[in-house]
């Protein structure tokens, strides 16, 4: 599970530290979807800023984008920043199962960047 998971007032903030799984990030989705809030989400910001490695096979990659695409059914607007240091063209092979999606999917290597794209006050 996502190290850290808040609720915002416009949106949702994880981060994640250490070796992350794919796994973790699958239950993770699964407990921000199935909240009410979701539908109000403006914003998702997942933080992997402090991960040292996030390791997960094509098929867990797949899951969690099918995942997202059956959420966008629920809310069509939502903006998604990913911030990673590490497996970057992970981050980008996800990014682009988006490409014909109404979701914005952005890569980011810097927290202030993926912040101001968002139009969210640092934490």
């Known amino acids: 599970m996502a190290n850290k998971l808040n609720w915002e ?3 949702v903030y994880w981060k994640y530290s250490g070796e992350v799984s794919g796994q973790e990030i699958i239950d993770a989705s699964r407990i921000v ?15 992997f800023s ?3 490695a996030v390791n997960m096979s094509d098929k867990e990659v797949a899951r969690i984008a099918f995942q997202h695409k059956a959420a966008e059914l629920s ?3 939502v903006k998604n920043a990913i911030v990673m240091m590490v ?3 992970l981050a980008e092979k996800f990014a682009s ?3 014909d999606s109404t979701w914005e999917v952005e890569v980011f290597q810097d927290i202030d960047a ?3 794209w968002l139009g969210r006050e640092a934490a």
Request: net charge negative.
């Open 114 to 116: 993926a912040n101001k």
């Open 97 to 99: 199962f988006f490409v």
């Open 75 to 77: 809310n069509a607007c």
């Open 9 to 11: 007032k416009s949106g």
């Open 50 to 52: 402090d991960a040292q």
């Open 87 to 89: 497996n970057i063209e």
């Open 33 to 47: 979807y199935g909240d009410p809030r979701f539908d109000e989400l403006e914003y998702k910001l997942v933080d």
